[in-house]
């Protein structure tokens, strides 16, 4: 239900500063929930955006048996340079809780976007749970290398 309360609920996730600025920082259908903690992507791609081998990065959740979810990257690479799914989890785990750092990197030479830019995550999600709907563009595993 969008009304609720007399409140318009978008599904976005914001706050507002001290002076008054209201921020959106996210959306709550992509929170991602790994074994009752809260992981906003955007937290996890602004530390792989810090690599300097990243050029584009997105991060969903994806189903887990143990943990409910844990977080999966789409990566795609600067040219000339190279780095493994490995490297790219323990840059994370060095700059953020463990929980939040992807348990496998997928690379690509490019991620789905819409007509404004904004990534779609419902078809990297696709192409996670039916690997038939959205085939990667060069995809590669966490232990696989990177370009």
């Known amino acids: 239900m969008v009304l609720q309360d007399g409140w318009f609920r978008t599904g976005d996730i914001a706050y507002i500063d001290t002076d008054g600025y209201c921020f959106i920082v996210d959306r709550k259908k992509d929170l ?3 074994g009752g903690q809260k992981v906003y992507p955007r937290d996890v791609e602004e530390v792989l955006f810090q690599h300097p081998a990243v050029a ?16 999966r990257a789409f990566v795609v690479t600067r040219p000339g340079t190279t780095v493994t799914g490995e490297e790219l989890i ?30 779609l995550r419902r078809e990297l999600r696709a192409s996670v749970v039916d690997p038939t709907a959205a085939p990667p563009l060069s995809a ?3 232990t696989g290398p990177g370009r």
């Open 32 to 34: 991602i929930n790994v």
């Open 56 to 71: 584009d990065a997105a991060v969903i959740g994806v189903p887990d048996a143990d943990l409910g979810e844990v977080v």
């Open 90 to 119: 323990q840059f994370v785990r060095e700059r953020i809780a463990h929980y939040k750092a992807p348990r496998v990197v997928e690379f690509r030479n490019a991620l789905p976007r819409s007509g404004v830019q904004k990534v």
């Open 140 to 142: 590669a595993a966490a």
